[in-house]
């Protein structure tokens, strides 16, 4: 008897010695045994201690806030722990009055044994909370830098717009002139198919002028790829680029367009842009490291847009999912013309 009792005073301190709280019940609650710290948490969150077991957890998953404590509820932190509700294994979690937070965790050992357990997880939760909070910075800064990249895109279209617009005002005043002057020398019938070809060049730019580059190709590189580091994501060119205006203009307006897509849509942080030329003319696959795609994606303005442009040139646009999505852009040799006054 003696050494029963001393046997269960050994045990006694033993679980008490535990750092943590830490109960055994049978099924209906009556307590086997119970360490001083479960007792003492228990009586901060209810007001007494472990009488019942099974009464005892009903009630903390009743709790709520209170002068003491408050239950955290919140997902990006119990939801990473694996938070459970069956009814073998079930979790909750409070943070007391010093800050400190304790996981209590109700399993069923065996078919008739349950066991409460309160473990201080303090250290954890503060990592994740200033994980979360790093999350939700980024977020917003990768928001604030789509938008940024809509911005700069929407305010360059309006310059190359402006641009053209002068450029297509001059063109028709100079067509006004030639034909004043071929009127006014009565040489008309000579210059009625040069004039003819000028109108409708002048008049054919006037009606696609959302969708035409007119800045320097030299300067649409640079602006692509200022653009491109400003939010983060890199483009990197395998292969030759077009020696073609025509074509290269097409290759820097798909690749605006998959960048904004890019970062706006998948977070990619790189882009590639694969050329290979051949006798039948450039083809072109564009692809980034961002987010695979679970479904074929809508086309909005910008990439209607840019097929409209593409296929107004001849070109050809085709969009891969793999699983990522790539940008396949075909220009046929024959619809690289140089324009008058232009290199090849």
């Given at each position: 008897?003696?050494?029963?009792?001393?046997?269960?005073?050994?045990?006694?301190?033993?679980?008490?010695?535990?750092?943590?709280?830490?109960?055994?019940?049978?099924?209906?609650?009556?307590?086997i045994l119970v360490n001083e710290k479960m007792n003492e948490l228990v009586n901060e969150l209810l007001g007494h201690t472990i009488l019942n077991a099974k009464v005892t957890w009903e009630k903390l998953e009743q709790c709520t806030d209170s002068p003491t404590s408050k239950r955290l509820n919140k997902p990006w932190f119990t939801q990473s722990l694996d938070e459970t509700t069956d009814n073998d294994h079930r979790r909750i979690f409070f943070q007391f009055a010093d800050k400190s937070v304790w996981r209590f965790e109700w399993q069923l050992i065996d078919k008739n044994t349950v066991q409460i357990e309160a473990a201080e997880i303090t250290r954890l939760y503060q990592l994740s909370e200033e994980l979360h909070e790093n999350n939700v910075r980024l977020h917003e800064m990768q928001e604030r830098q789509k938008s940024l990249l809509d911005n700069i895109v929407q305010i360059n279209q309006n310059k190359e717009i402006l641009a053209i617009k002068m450029r297509i005002h001059d063109e028709f005043g100079n067509c006004l002139l030639a034909t004043q002057k071929?009127?006014?020398?009565?040489?008309?019938?000579?210059?009625?198919?040069?004039?003819r070809e000028?109108?409708?060049?002048?008049?054919?730019?006037?009606?696609?002028?959302?969708?035409?580059?007119?800045?320097?190709?030299?300067?649409?590189?640079?602006?692509?790829?200022?653009?491109?580091?400003?939010?983060?994501?890199?483009?990197?060119?395998?292969?030759?680029?077009?020696?073609?205006?025509?074509?290269?203009?097409l290759v820097y307006a798909s690749v605006r367009e998959a960048l904004t897509n890019a970062v706006r849509h998948a977070d990619a942080t790189e882009l590639t842009v694969q050329i290979d030329k051949s006798?039948?003319?450039?083809?072109?696959?564009?692809?980034?490291?961002?987010?695979?795609?679970?479904?074929?994606?809508?086309?909005?303005?910008?990439?209607?847009?840019?097929?409209?442009?593409?296929?107004?040139?001849?070109?050809?646009?085709?969009?891969?999912?793999?699983?990522?999505?790539?940008?396949?852009?075909?220009?046929?040799?024959?619809?690289?013309?140089?324009?008058?006054?232009?290199?090849?």
């Open positions: 008897m003696i050494m029963k009792k001393q046997t269960v005073k050994m045990i006694k301190q033993a679980i008490d010695s535990y750092p943590g709280g830490i109960c055994f019940a049978t099924l209906d609650g009556r307590v071929a009127i006014s020398e009565q040489n008309l019938p000579e210059n009625v198919e040069e004039l000028n109108w409708s060049n002048t008049i054919r730019n006037f009606s696609n002028i959302p969708m035409i580059w007119s800045v320097p190709d030299a300067a649409l590189q640079s602006e692509l790829l200022q653009v491109a580091e400003l939010i983060g994501c890199k483009v990197n060119f395998i292969g030759d680029q077009p020696a073609e205006r025509l074509a290269l203009r006798v039948s003319g450039y083809h072109i696959e564009i692809s980034s490291n961002g987010a695979a795609v679970n479904s074929e994606i809508k086309e909005g303005n910008g990439l209607s847009g840019l097929r409209r442009r593409l296929e107004q040139e001849g070109a050809i646009l085709k969009i891969l999912y793999n699983p990522g999505v790539t940008l396949v852009v075909d220009v046929p040799t024959d619809v690289i013309k140089p324009q008058k006054g232009e290199n090849k």
